[in-house]
């Protein structure tokens, strides 16, 4: 198809394709092609989000910040023009921004990739204390919390500070807790209220009713957890009204209990989940308690657990097969039993209780990482190509600088080649009807290396389809076979079984036993064309 028939798409047609994209990259390519995709995509107003990424809690005095979608396996990274130094994040209580927190000149927050000023802040107290790495949350009606904790010895001092609507000064309020183990604490601003879970026992040192009410809860227990033992990451946030508690659980003895190793299968089986909601108590000396919530009331919510954002969308928002519904996505690793592994970012479906690999994090990531989701904006054409111009030698000699506003590229990582390990075959079931060999090559394209595909159907049952999948991959075996099965094509889960282990480059090789299926049907073709070629030509050249 020539270029000028791309441009001459329907508008309603380039709307519909513009609507389908979920990834940053595929919006910024879209808007590159021609000026009518161009004047599309300004013109949609209404579109489905982006597929939330990741973004990495650098080191201190870092000078890049770094993203990544795990849904496409893409890592992003800009430099933004200007030493940000200690990053203080600010999010916002729907994982839709993200700021950090300068406090000079004056308090403000800003934006993490050209430094704009996006709210300023009133003054701090004078007083020692608010230079520990504050942290905090924007919520829906324009509230803004921050809070610091800082422990010396079993004490710990915790600092909120509360800016309300309409309010000049910060409502600072103070606690200090004291306890013989090493806790946990999250904290939540919830219908005026502070709130304060703890992981483990406390006691409070001084009570102080000032302004703001601050509670004390302790974290919501699943059953039996006093009986045995779990590693324990727990989450607070708000959906819908409500304030949750999202508890993730995993077996220390794991690596006995599912097949004396520990692997990323094993530990997926060893992964639990319990999601409390807050309620205020009927009777007793307590003034809220923390309620289970049955996890199929959540099948049209998705969750995202990081820090310090936690937030949930509702599914409707997120079409395709990227995102499922009903499920919690977490990164986490096992410090004791694989301390030398990567990270990784899991999925639990809250409906049917089962975990889901998703992905190995790359070198460098670790579990301090927080959601988002992206709202890109791209600059007009006028901008960018001053921008391009501005880069010339001959215009950097005169110094003249062709856009003033500050700005900041982002650039989209590219790896070192992948190391693939040997080929492996695997067997899939419930694959969709529709999809035939070339579609399902292109599918586990993404996540490997495929040599062959080939879809065919029972013979007893010729609608259900079955798929062999020859495929070489960068995770480990048991780490690559976990990271296929459950995998979701055209609204069907994928079940994904091992077939046997496939030595050599079956595609490349010589040997027929290696060859595809096609390749032999072509060349048996061939062989016939050519005898029957030989049958016909002969009598002729008789006579």
């Not at 694989?338 to 690999?357: D, S, T, W």
């Not at 079940?495 to 040997?511: A, I, N, Y």
């Amino acid at each position: 198809m020539e270029v000028a028939m791309w441009a001459e798409l329907p508008h309603d047609v380039l709307r519909e394709i513009f609507g389908r994209l979920h990834a940053a990259s595929d919006l910024v390519r879209f808007h590159a092609v021609c000026k009518p995709w161009r004047d599309t995509a300004t013109a949609t107003t209404t579109r489905q989000p982006l597929l939330p990424l990741l973004l990495a809690q650098d080191k201190m005095y870092s000078i890049s910040v770094r993203l990544r979608c795990v849904f496409s396996r893409t890592s992003y990274s800009a430099v933004p023009p200007f030493s940000i130094g200690r990053r203080n994040w600010v999010a916002s209580e729907d994982g839709t921004s993200i700021w950090y927190l300068a406090q000079r000149p004056s308090p403000s927050l800003r934006d993490p990739l050209t430094g704009a000023v996006t709210l300023l802040l009133p003054p701090f107290p004078q007083e020692h204390g608010w230079e520990d790495s504050p942290n905090g949350m924007v919520y829906s009606d324009g509230t803004v919390l921050l809070y610091t904790l800082s422990g010396h010895g079993d004490t710990v001092k915790f600092r909120a500070a509360l800016l309300r609507p309409g309010d000049a000064t910060w409502t600072v309020e103070k606690r200090t807790f004291e306890s013989s183990e090493a806790c946990e604490f999250c904290v939540a601003y919830h219908r005026g209220t502070i709130l304060i879970t703890v992981d483990g026992p406390v006691a409070t040192l001084n009570v102080e009713f000032g302004a703001v009410q601050v509670l004390t809860l302790p974290r919501p227990l699943m059953p039996g957890e006093l009986d045995h033992d779990f590693y324990v990451c727990y989450y607070v946030l708000e959906s819908r009204g409500e304030l949750l508690c999202v508890s993730v659980y995993a077996r220390p003895d794991y690596p006995d209990e599912f097949g004396g190793t520990a692997s990323v299968p094993n530990l997926v089986q060893s992964l639990s989940m319990s999601v409390h909601v807050l309620e205020e108590a009927a009777a007793g000396p307590e003034k809220m308690r923390w309620v289970s919530k049955d996890g199929r009331s959540l099948a049209d919510r998705v969750f995202f657990l990081g820090w310090p954002s936690n937030f949930a969308v509702d599914a409707s928002r997120i079409s395709g097969d990227a995102v499922s519904g009903g499920c919690a996505y977490f990164v986490y690793k096992d410090l004791e039993a694989m301390p030398n592994q990567p990270f990784y970012v899991f999925r639990y479906n809250m409906v049917n209780g089962k975990a889901k690999f998703v992905e190995q994090l790359p070198q460098g990531w670790d579990d301090m990482c927080t959601w988002l989701f992206p709202r890109p904006s791209i600059a007009p054409v006028e901008e960018i190509i001053g921008r391009l111009e501005g880069r010339k030698w001959w215009k950097m000699k005169k110094k003249v600088h062709m856009a003033s506003t500050a700005r900041s590229n982002i650039y989209i990582e590219r790896p070192q080649p992948p190391c693939y390990n040997p080929y492996f075959r695997v067997f899939v079931r419930n694959i969709p009807r529709t999809v035939d060999s070339f579609q399902l090559q292109q599918f586990f394209s993404k996540h490997g290396k495929v040599a062959t595909a080939k879809v065919m159907r029972k013979r007893k049952n010729k609608i259900r389809k079955i798929g062999i999948v020859t495929i070489a991959m960068v995770e480990e075996l048991e780490d690559a076979l976990a990271a296929l099965d459950g995998l979701v094509f055209n609204g069907c889960v994928l079940e994904v079984r091992l077939v046997r282990r496939w030595k050599g480059r079956p595609v490349f090789s010589s040997r027929p036993n290696q060859h595809s299926h096609d390749y032999l049907v072509y060349h048996r073709l061939l062989l016939l064309l050519f005898v029957i070629t030989m049958v016909l030509w002969s009598p002729i050249k008789i006579q």
